[in-house]
């Protein structure tokens, strides 16, 4: 099955500093990924919709400056959380799926905290 | 727009009994239904779909879901829970054709009890 790996699975930084996190397709060619944040016991919230070569569609209410997304290839997705802040600690998800098709790979998670 | 409801915060039932985790939606047009799993720190792992065809719908570690367009349901079953299962549930379902965003549920939380 399609496999989708993110990286790094924990970080811990200070407030002030930027954090990458990774989103890979490791076996399928991603043209679309999105980026979910999860609180602890909650749903995930999309934050944002990034297509490969384009500009990412940001959901209402989420800053792009604050999270930047980068999608340079059809494998490969990046997050980063610039400035993070304490408020910005959460459990970050990411998901691929291929045009037309129904059903999105989820990663396996990206634990952040801000201290 | 688009959005899901599970209107329980967590299911309790014994281990050999059945399991049933509810989600009503609202959807403009044909729904395209998702059921995903949750383990503690992990992603999400996809259990089955509904898109079309036969209303139940059989999917990963013998979860099935109905899909009732009158009751505008979209139930997971298990006719027979194992400790295994006790995890976060969530129902899901997509924005619109030709875009796969997808509006999840709440989630609920299944304890199933040895």
């Known amino acids: 099955g399609a496999v989708v790996s993110q990286h790094p699975s924990r970080v811990i930084c200070k407030s002030g500093t930027s954090v990458k996190i990774e989103c890979r397709s490791l076996?399928?060619?991603?043209?679309?990924m999105f980026w979910y944040r999860q609180f602890p016991k909650q749903s995930l919230m999309l934050m944002a919709t990034?297509?490969?070569?384009?500009?990412?569609?940001?959901e209402q209410g989420v800053e792009k400056d604050k999270f930047l997304i980068n999608h340079a290839s059809l494998t490969l997705s990046t997050l980063t959380v610039t400035s993070a802040h304490p408020e910005d600690s959460s459990f970050y998800i990411c998901?691929?799926?291929?045009?037309?098709?129904?059903?999105?790979?989820f990663g396996p998670g990206t634990r952040l905290t801000v201290l | 727009a688009q959005s899901v409801a599970q209107p329980e915060d967590q299911v309790n039932v014994a281990e050999g009994n059945p399991l049933t985790v509810k989600c009503t939606y609202s959807?403009?047009?044909?729904?395209?239904l998702f059921w995903y799993v949750q383990y503690p720190n992990r992603g999400l792992q996809f259990l089955l779909k509904?898109?079309?065809?036969?209303?139940l719908v059989k999917g990963s570690y013998g979860f099935e879901a109905e899909f009732n367009k009158s009751q505008t349901s979209f139930h997971l079953k298990k006719p027979s829970a194992l400790v295994s299962d006790s995890a976060l549930y969530f129902c899901?379902?997509?924005?619109?054709?030709?875009?796969?965003?997808?509006?999840f549920g709440k989630g609920n939380q299944v304890v199933v009890i040895p």
């Open positions: 998901s691929a799926g291929t045009s037309g098709d129904n059903e999105q790979f």
């Open positions: 076996d399928f060619q991603a043209t679309t």
């Open positions: 959807v403009s047009g044909n729904p395209y």
């Open positions: 509904y898109i079309t065809g036969d209303n």
């Open positions: 990034s297509n490969e070569g384009s500009k990412a569609t940001y």
């Open positions: 899901a379902v997509r924005f619109s054709y030709g875009n796969n965003r997808l509006a």
